[in-house]
């Protein structure tokens, strides 16, 4: 049963570059009506997914950090009532590093938020003005000092193998970030997803993105960096000093049960993918008619559940347990990888074998993705 629970949060504050549809953009938000339909929701997914007190809660979406504290407050305490909680839950919120959202930081402490996480990407305010973000590099570091100031625990994230990036200069970026003293941190690498503004930008000629050897070069130096300042990876793109690894990621990485609430929350239990209506309006019509907002309740196959484990395990620096893989799941060992491609992978330094637990070695994390996808094997979809 679930012991981690997401919340989401579909609003912003105004138009913004990471919203997946124009109406997350609201003049005003009925908190009252909201506050009763996330509730409704949430008690229909304890109903079927209860039992265990929760050890994680995370507010994401548009602008969690804009939400209401009195909203914040009045949803821990129904989630309390509903699951209770684990001594030592972690209870952490997304933030965009703005002035007006900082403003919010104390009150939102005071609402039972433990932890939060901000989206700074970079500290350069040409980078930022790149990757579309509304926020200077002047007011992430406001909003890192405030959430500092208000959080025992703080995670920010950084974006790197932007176009001109160059060892000496991503190095000079990571070493500055890292000198804030943050227990964890995020640092992905620019990735082009199709139907972006950047993939158009590629097609057209107007963005040249580092190649594999650049990029691969400047992971190696945030391994390097990152493992000298106590903050070593515990996942391909998280770092964290020993004791402040997100908890809530973890659940999601280690496949274990989460409820998720709100417009377009995803969420597992019992080897069922649940999904909720995206769009807000939907979503209240679902919750009116139904009781809840799930738009789809899917039943997983064995395979594709233990395909869907080992990816997200295998992005660990922990591995995963074949053994408790094989029990958990009812399959046999031999077919849960490519043996031959596995044994080939070993032998290249790129992967790694302790007995049952298998891991992906540091050399491999930098081409993770096309390395899971030999590695899994094919036949796990069918069982």
């Known amino acids: 049963m679930a012991r981690a629970l997401y919340i989401h949060w579909p609003f912003c504050a105004k138009k913004c570059p990471y919203c997946d549809f124009n109406s997350h953009v609201r003049a005003g938000v009925d ?5 009763a339909a996330l509730i409704a929701d949430m008690r229909a997914e304890a109903e079927v997914a209860g039992g265990e007190a929760l050890t994680s809660i995370f507010f994401g979406g548009g602008t969690p950090s804009l939400m209401p504290p009195a909203l914040v407050a009045a949803l821990l305490a129904e989630a309390e009532r509903l699951w209770g909680f684990d001594e030592t839950i972690e209870i952490t919120l997304e933030a965009n590093p703005s002035s007006v959202e900082a403003a919010n930081f104390a009150a939102l402490a005071g609402a039972g938020i433990n932890r939060v996480s901000l989206g700074v990407q970079s500290l350069d305010d040409a980078e ?6 509304l926020h200077g590099a002047s007011e992430s570091l406001a909003a890192l000092e405030t959430a500092q100031a ?4 703080v995670s920010f994230d950084m974006i790197y193998a932007l176009p001109g990036h160059t ?3 991503w190095e000079q970026r990571l070493t500055r970030a890292l000198s804030f003293g943050t227990g964890h941190m995020s640092l992905y690498q620019l990735t082009i997803e199709p139907g ?3 993939a158009s930008d590629v097609r057209r000629g107007r963005l040249v993105p580092l190649d594999d050897d650049e990029a691969a070069e400047l992971f190696d130096i945030t391994q390097a960096l990152t493992d000298a300042a106590g903050l070593p990876a515990y996942e391909t793109s998280n770092h964290a000093q020993p004791g402040e690894e997100s908890r809530h990621n973890l659940s999601y990485w280690r496949y274990h049960d989460y409820a998720g609430i709100g417009p377009g929350a995803h969420g597992r239990r019992g080897g069922v993918a649940t999904v909720r209506h995206k769009k807000p309006e939907n979503f209240l019509a679902a919750v009116a008619r139904q009781g809840d907002g799930i738009v789809e309740a899917r039943t997983l196959p064995i395979g594709d559940q233990a395909a869907e484990a080992l990816l997200m ?3 660990l620096t922990e591995g995963v347990d074949l053994a408790a893989f094989s029990a958990r799941f009812g399959l046999p060992v031999a077919g849960l990888v490519d043996e031959a491609a596995f044994a080939r992978l070993v032998a290249l330094g790129l992967m790694w074998r302790t007995g049952a637990r298998i891991g992906v070695a540091p050399p491999g994390r930098s081409v993770l993705d096309s390395l899971l996808a030999e ?3 094919d036949t796990l979809v069918a069982a």
């Open 167 to 169: 060892p000496d200069l």
């Open 375 to 377: 590695v899994v094997a």
């Open 196 to 198: 972006t503004r950047f």
């Open 31 to 35: 908190v009252a009506a909201w506050q």
């Open 313 to 315: 395990g295998l992005r």
């Open 150 to 153: 208000h959080f025992a625990r």
């Open 128 to 133: 930022l003005r790149f990757l579309g973000r």
